[in-house]
C-alpha cells in the first residue's frame, strides 16, 4: 500500500443523480439549474450504464440486464456464472489504485467496495425472501475511465474489481453454473422485487 494518504474526504464523484423534488416545475430560477444540473446527472449516467451494459451483452443473448433505477448506472446483470450487482464507478481519467478492502482516487478513499457489497447483500434478500431461498449475488466493481488501475497485493474478498472493458472477461470468468431456464426464472424474479435506493453514499 506504499503511495497511499490518509485522507478522509467525501467520497469521490459517483455520478448519482441527486433527486430534485419538482422538475419540469420550478418555481425559481436558482430551481430551474437544480433542475437543469439533474437532468444532466441524468443522461450521463444512462450513457455510462450504457457503456458498461454493451461489455455484458457482448457475453451473448444468455446474458440479461435488471435496472432497479434508470437515473442510475449500476445494474443487475444474470447469466451463466451466476447474478452480479454491477457497481459503476467513473473515475476519469485519474489514477485508481487498489490494495485489498481500499480504493484510492486522488488522494480521496471512496467506499466503492462496501456500497457494492451492501447493494449486493440487499439485492441478495430481497430475492431470497421471495424465493424463499438463499440466492447470492455477487458484487462487483466496474471503473470506467481513461485512468490507470493499479493493484496492491490481492483484490478484495468476494467483490470482483475489473475495468468496465474488462467487466466482460470478469464475468466469464465465473463459468457455467445457471441453466438457461434458471436465468430467466431469476432474472423474472429480480424484476419484481422491491429492493429500495441502491448506490447511495455514506
Given at each position: 500500500?506504499?503511495?497511499?494518504?490518509?485522507?478522509?474526504?467525501?467520497?469521490?464523484?459517483?455520478?448519482?443523480?441527486?433527486?430534485?423534488?419538482?422538475?419540469?416545475?420550478?418555481?425559481?430560477?436558482?430551481?430551474?439549474?437544480?433542475?437543469?444540473?439533474?437532468?444532466?446527472?441524468?443522461?450521463?449516467?444512462?450513457?455510462?450504464?450504457?457503456?458498461?451494459?454493451?461489455?455484458?451483452?457482448?457475453?451473448?443473448?444468455?446474458?440479461?440486464?435488471?435496472?432497479?433505477?434508470?437515473?442510475?448506472?449500476?445494474?443487475?446483470?444474470?447469466?451463466?456464472?451466476?447474478?452480479?450487482?454491477?457497481?459503476?464507478?467513473?473515475?476519469?481519467?485519474?489514477?485508481?489504485?487498489?490494495?485489498?478492502?481500499?480504493?484510492?482516487?486522488?488522494?480521496?478513499?471512496?467506499?466503492?467496495?462496501?456500497?457494492?457489497?451492501?447493494?449486493?447483500?440487499?439485492?441478495?434478500?430481497?430475492?431470497?425472501?421471495?424465493a424463499g431461498r438463499?440466492?447470492?449475488?455477487?458484487?462487483?466493481?466496474?471503473f470506467l475511465g481513461?485512468?490507470?488501475?493499479?493493484?496492491?497485493?490481492?483484490?478484495?474478498?468476494?467483490?470482483?474489481?475489473?475495468?468496465?472493458?474488462?467487466?466482460?472477461?470478469?464475468?466469464?470468468?465465473?463459468?457455467?453454473?445457471?441453466?438457461?431456464?434458471?436465468?430467466?426464472?431469476?432474472?423474472?424474479?429480480?424484476?419484481?422485487?422491491?429492493?429500495?435506493?441502491?448506490?447511495?453514499?455514506?
Open positions: 500500500m506504499t503511495g497511499f494518504g490518509h485522507s478522509a474526504d467525501p467520497p469521490y464523484r459517483r455520478s448519482h443523480s441527486e433527486a430534485v423534488p419538482g422538475i419540469g416545475r420550478p418555481s425559481s430560477p436558482t430551481g430551474w439549474l437544480r433542475g437543469r444540473r439533474a437532468e444532466r446527472a441524468q443522461r450521463r449516467a444512462q450513457a455510462q450504464r450504457a457503456r458498461v451494459v454493451q461489455r455484458v451483452e457482448l457475453l451473448g443473448p444468455q446474458w440479461r440486464v435488471v435496472d432497479y433505477d434508470p437515473s442510475d448506472p449500476d445494474f443487475l446483470a444474470i447469466g451463466p456464472g451466476g447474478i452480479f450487482q454491477v457497481t459503476v464507478c467513473d473515475h476519469g481519467r485519474a489514477r485508481v489504485m487498489l490494495a485489498g478492502e481500499v480504493v484510492q482516487v486522488e488522494g480521496q478513499r471512496p467506499p466503492y467496495v462496501a456500497m457494492a457489497r451492501r447493494d449486493a447483500s440487499r439485492i441478495s434478500e430481497a430475492m431470497s425472501k421471495v438463499r440466492i447470492p449475488v455477487i458484487p462487483v466493481l466496474a481513461a485512468g490507470e488501475i493499479v493493484y496492491y497485493g490481492k483484490p478484495p474478498e468476494g467483490c470482483v474489481v475489473a475495468s468496465y472493458r474488462d467487466l466482460g472477461r470478469a464475468l466469464d470468468a465465473h463459468g457455467n453454473r445457471l441453466a438457461q431456464n434458471t436465468i430467466d426464472k431469476l432474472t423474472a424474479l429480480a424484476s419484481r422485487v422491491d429492493v429500495g435506493p441502491l448506490g447511495a453514499k455514506g
